[in-house]
């Protein structure tokens, strides 16, 4: 499926759609893990969705350089210098792209909304244990850790975002450009480095989707022709 992609995208294509419709069938998967049980069967663990996205990202990747000679060399959560992002992409040795996978935003939410962060502000005041602004420096400082390891620049570093639904509430009126606006500010690093699959501020690629639903952005594509320059 990510040759596919990969093949699709070479000849002109839009992907973003058919990435997210794979994000979909990935938590239909693990609904269908969740459903099996028995009193002689019994588990904690369950598909991650993160890391098949990160597989499946990085492959598109693979292909992707497979078919027009670029040489990339892929590292999948490979460790260097105490630490190991999601995906690394090297070329004759020397790192050009960082890409941070994820599938949804959890507990960093105040990281990319501002919103989110004066709700956890206020909490926290009240007498929450949870930090926002502790969250937000560690956050800041992973990403700094990386260009500080592998030598390269805050434009070389990106975050992949299929989808906002679990940071973004239906009361909240944050456009997707403030949206990245406040991501700029959290990470210091450029607005264009938040790539976002989808338009809908309110899809929740967990549950059942609809084509018309998706309102795919060309994030993804942008990000492939950036690299492909490298």
Same mark, same amino acid.
């Given at each position: 499926?990510?040759?596919?992609?990969?093949?699709?995208?070479?000849?002109?294509?839009?992907?973003?759609?058919? +990435?997210?419709? =794979?994000?979909? /069938?990935?938590?239909?998967?693990?609904?269908?893990?969740?459903?099996? $049980?028995? #009193?002689? !069967?019994?588990?904690?663990?369950?598909?991650?969705?993160?890391?098949?996205?990160?597989?499946?990202?990085?492959?598109?990747?693979?292909?992707?350089?497979?078919?027009?000679?670029?040489?990339?060399?892929?590292?999948?959560?490979?460790?260097?210098?105490?630490?190991?992002?999601?995906?690394?992409?090297?070329?004759?040795?020397?790192?050009?792209?960082?890409?941070?996978?994820?599938?949804?935003?959890?507990? +960093?939410?105040? =990281?990319?909304? /501002?919103?989110?962060?004066?709700?956890?502000?206020?909490?926290?005041? $009240?007498? #929450?244990? !949870?930090?926002?602004?502790?969250?937000?420096?560690?956050?800041?400082?992973?990403?700094?850790?990386?260009?500080?390891?592998?030598?390269?620049?805050?434009?070389?570093?990106?975050?992949?975002?299929?989808?906002?639904?679990?940071?973004?509430?239906?009361?909240?009126?944050?456009?997707?450009?403030?949206?990245?606006?406040?991501?700029?500010?959290?990470?210091?690093?450029?607005?264009?480095?938040?790539?976002?699959?989808?338009?809908?501020?309110?899809?929740?690629?967990?549950?059942?989707?609809?084509?018309?639903?998706?309102?795919?952005?060309?994030?993804?594509?942008?990000?492939?022709?950036?690299?492909?320059?490298?």
């Amino acid at each position: 499926m990510a040759k596919r992609i990969a093949n699709n995208f070479i000849a002109g294509d839009s992907i973003t759609e058919n +990435i997210l419709k =794979f994000v979909n /069938e990935l938590y239909d998967s693990a609904k269908v893990g969740q459903s099996f $049980k028995s #009193s002689y !069967f019994e588990t904690a663990y369950y598909a991650h969705i993160s890391s098949e996205l990160e597989s499946y990202i990085a492959r598109i990747f693979y292909h992707l350089s497979e078919l027009k000679g670029k040489k990339w060399k892929i590292l999948l959560r490979r460790q260097q210098g105490k630490t190991a992002p999601d995906l690394r992409i090297e070329k004759e040795g020397k790192t050009i792209a960082i890409i941070e996978v994820k599938a949804k935003v959890g507990w +960093i939410q105040p =990281f990319f909304s /501002e919103q989110c962060y004066k709700v956890d502000k206020e909490r926290f005041e $009240k007498g #929450s244990s !949870f930090d926002s602004d502790a969250l937000i420096r560690k956050s800041k400082q992973q990403l700094t850790k990386y260009s500080e390891t592998f030598a390269i620049t805050n434009d070389d570093i990106f975050l992949f975002l299929p989808a906002l639904a679990l940071m973004h509430r239906k009361k909240y009126n944050t456009t997707l450009e403030e949206y990245r606006s406040y991501f700029s500010q959290t990470s210091g690093f450029p607005e264009e480095n938040l790539f976002l699959l989808s338009e809908n501020k309110s899809l929740d690629l967990s549950l059942v989707i609809e084509g018309k639903e998706l309102f795919p952005t060309r994030d993804f594509e942008k990000l492939l022709d950036k690299l492909l320059k490298k």
